[in-house]
């Protein structure tokens, strides 16, 4: 709950510290004296959308702390313990600071934090009940999370909501795969032409440099056949001229030597070395011009078979040379392909599993809402009808979700309502007015409040347009809800004030033509003034006292769950 609130220099109010006890507190004041300050207080300290326009003037900042005791909510310090923000004690102080710069800062237990971990840590702490939030409950797809909310399906529709989104990425997906395919098919029907055309040259690695240097030496036949020839006349010739003459002759040259200088003997064997290679290449060549043949079928092949690939890598802007490579390349692309189709396939396996699971859920939640839709409304009609509106009745009705997969589920949900006994039942933005508007509002809430871990609630002028015993059950509906929450009521009936278990008062005050606002805590005998005051107006008679006093001393004898 919260148990103390700081304020300093926030709008009209220059430094303000209360504290607050469990039970309903009401919260009175003049018009204009800025009862509403105290909400707007919390609201920008648990993450609200601040400006320096709420700054006093000519001060340089605002500064708003909220200490909360979180002994029994074990969520949030299971949340604080998460997030490395938990102390050693059952307080969570929360902290905002507005500066003229238009920035702010927050603070989760003196640690700097963001503000959407505080809106976060909020939602655990505090819930405002306000006029905003009393037409948001005209809107259907509020209707719809309050249903939700009060069947505590939650965790059912978020699921649900998971799955369709899900779904529909899923779906699209397919869509630009399958478009994706019809291009892919056409890439492939010619990648496989191109591929066959390729497989029937049975290409091989290495062959057009193979192919090309044999189709060289054909070509070149005479001039290799006369080289040669001229080298095996050099290396023999007859006539005496030859290498191996020459050879032979230095030969017996240093073998003169030998008994001279000792290194001859090295030199001959370098010699007879150098004419055993020569004899050996003498023989190679002899050899290979005795089987050097030239066949013109042959060659008539090569030269077809060059022109073929020649041909063929040209067409594919390549170079002979790589036109195995390319062919490797096609079939790696028509691969890919054919596995991107497989993808396809197992996107529709999964969406045709995620809408099974989409129905099964869906079809669960439906359900649930028809039969939680029956209790609440029994609930919330009764309550009207305790509220002056002794014919009122309250229903949910569904119509069919005409959007496929939903995140919402299959049904839309409408509340409808009558209030008198000769009318039917419409929707609530078709026959409520202001009041009943504010009494159905509040029936919602006491249905909903055991349905929510969140400890402090506040109730912004939910009286409005209700007076005399409407107001005063009001103030025992909000009385009996202070025994499960902490409770703060705005309110400016004083049947409703009445029914607080404590009463905090905001008043508006002038220091040398300077404005300023204060809140504090009233004694009983200041409660009673207080509450003559909203009964009486500024002229405040004894009988109006008496009559004030009446009313606390009747409603103290009341137990708190009264």
């Not at 200490?67 to 949030?76: A, D, H, R, W």
């Not at 040398?512 to 009983?524: G, V």
Request: proline share 2%; charged share 25%; with cysteine.
């Amino acid at each position: 709950m919260l148990a103390q609130i700081h304020i300093r220099d926030l709008a009209t109010i220059e430094e303000l510290h209360l504290h607050f006890q469990a039970g309903t507190s009401m919260i009175t004041g003049e018009t204009g004296a800025g009862k509403s300050i105290f909400i707007e207080a919390i609201e920008l300290a648990l993450g609200g959308r601040g400006s320096a326009n709420l700054i006093r003037p000519g001060k340089e900042r605002a500064d708003i702390s909220l200490c909360f005791e979180i002994e029994k909510c074990p969520g949030v310090m299971t949340w604080l313990k998460q997030y490395d923000l938990h102390q050693d004690n059952q307080e969570c102080i929360i902290r905002r600071v507005i500066t003229q710069d238009g920035r702010s800062r927050s603070y989760i237990n003196g640690l700097p934090t963001t503000l959407q971990l505080v809106k976060e840590l909020s939602e655990q702490l505090f819930h405002l009940h306000g006029q905003y939030e009393q037409h948001v409950l005209l809107r259907t797809e509020s209707q719809r999370e309050i249903l939700d909310r009060y069947a505590e399906h939650v965790p059912l529709t978020q699921e649900i909501k998971r799955i369709a989104e899900e779904w529909k990425a899923t779906e699209k997906e397919i869509l630009q795969r399958r478009e994706k395919s019809r291009t892919r098919q056409e890439r492939s029907e010619y990648l496989q032409h191109q591929l066959n055309e390729l497989l029937t040259m049975q290409l091989r690695q290495g062959e057009w440099e193979h192919i090309e240097a044999e189709h060289r030496k054909l070509t070149h036949k005479e001039e290799l056949v006369l080289s040669l020839q001229r080298a095996m006349q050099s290396l023999a010739n007859e006539e005496g001229h030859s290498v191996f003459a020459l050879l032979n002759d230095i030969r017996k040259c240093l073998e003169s030597l030998q008994n001279v200088e000792p290194q001859a003997q090295q030199w001959v064997s370098t010699l007879l070395s150098a004419q055993s290679q020569l004899t050996d290449l003498d023989a190679e060549l002899r050899h290979y011009l005795d089987t050097m043949e030239v066949d013109p079928e042959h060659l008539r092949t090569l030269e077809q078979r060059i022109s073929q690939l020649f041909d063929l890598a040209r067409k594919h802007k390549v170079t002979p040379a790589n036109l195995p490579v390319f062919q490797e390349q096609l079939q790696t692309e028509l691969t890919t392909l054919a596995s991107n189709d497989s993808d396809l396939a197992n996107l529709e396996e999964q969406q045709k599993q995620l809408a099974a699971t989409y129905h099964q859920l869906a079809t669960q939640l439906s359900q649930s809402r028809l039969k939680a839709a029956a209790t609440l409304a029994k609930k919330i009609t009764t309550t009207i009808r305790s509220l002056s509106l002794p014919y009122g009745e309250f229903q949910i009705h569904f119509e069919k979700e005409t959007v496929a997969f939903s995140p919402h589920g299959q049904e839309k949900t409408l509340f409808l309502i009558k209030t008198n006994p000769d009318q039917t039942l419409a929707p609530l933005n078709k026959v409520i007015s202001g009041g009943e508007l504010s009494r159905l509002s509040l029936a919602v809430h006491l249905a909903l409040a055991h349905q929510t871990a969140t400890p402090t609630l506040i109730f912004d002028e939910v009286d409005t347009g209700v007076a005399g015993a409407v107001a005063e059950k009001i103030g025992k509906l909000l009385r009996k809800l202070g025994s499960a929450y902490q409770v703060f009521c705005v309110t400016h009936q004083a049947q409703v004030a009445a029914f607080g278990h404590q009463h905090v008062l905001v008043e508006k005050y002038f220091i040398e033509k300077t404005t300023h606002t204060r809140l504090r805590q009233l004694n009983a005998k200041e409660q009673i003034q207080e509450i003559a005051r909203l009964l009486g107006g500024e002229k405040i008679t004894q009988k109006t006292l008496e009559h004030a006093q009446e009313m606390v001393d009747g409603i103290a004898k009341m137990p708190l769950t009264a």
